[in-house]
C-alpha cells in the first residue's frame, strides 16, 4: 500500500510560478510510475503529466507542454511538477497518483493509488 500526500499548492498570480511535491511512503517507489493530474470544478479529472521509473521517459498534456516540468527524487521518494507561467486555466485541485505497471499511462484508471490533492488557483 502505497501512501502519497501532495504539498506546494496555493494561490499565484498568472505568468507566475510554483512547485507542487507529492511524497511517498509504504512501498517502493522507484517501482512505480508517476503521474499528475488536475480536476477544476465541474469537470472530469484530466491528465497533466507523468514520468517513468528511472526519470528517463516523461510525458505531457499539450496543454502544459513548455511550462511544467515532471521530475523524481527516487532517493526522497518524492516526484515533483514544476509549473511556470501559469494561466488561469490551470486552476484546479492538482492529484499525485501511482502506477504499478511498466509503461506511462494518461489514463487515471490505470492508476493504483492516489493523494489527496492541493489546491492551485491563478488569479488574471
Known amino acids: 500500500q502505497v501512501q502519497l500526500v501532495e504539498s506546494g499548492g496555493g494561490l499565484v498570480q498568472a505568468g507566475g510560478s510554483l512547485r507542487l511535491s507529492c511524497a511517498a511512503s509504504?512501498?517502493?517507489?522507484?517501482?512505480?510510475?508517476m503521474g499528475w493530474f488536475r480536476q477544476a470544478p465541474g469537470k472530469e479529472r484530466g491528465f497533466v503529466a507523468a514520468?517513468?521509473?528511472?526519470?528517463?521517459?516523461?510525458q505531457y498534456a499539450d496543454s502544459v507542454k513548455g511550462r511544467f516540468t515532471i521530475s523524481r527524487d527516487n532517493t526522497k521518494n518524492t516526484v515533483y511538477l514544476q509549473m511556470n507561467s501559469l494561466k488561469p486555466e490551470d486552476t484546479a485541485v492538482y492529484y499525485c497518483?501511482?502506477?504499478?505497471?511498466?509503461?506511462?499511462?494518461?489514463?487515471?484508471?490505470?492508476?493504483?493509488?492516489w493523494g489527496q490533492g492541493t489546491q492551485v488557483t491563478v488569479s488574471s
Open positions: 509504504g512501498g517502493t517507489f522507484s517501482r512505480y510510475v
Open positions: 514520468i517513468s521509473w528511472s526519470g528517463g521517459i516523461t
Open positions: 497518483a501511482a502506477d504499478a505497471r511498466r509503461s506511462i499511462a494518461t489514463n487515471a484508471l490505470a492508476y493504483d493509488y
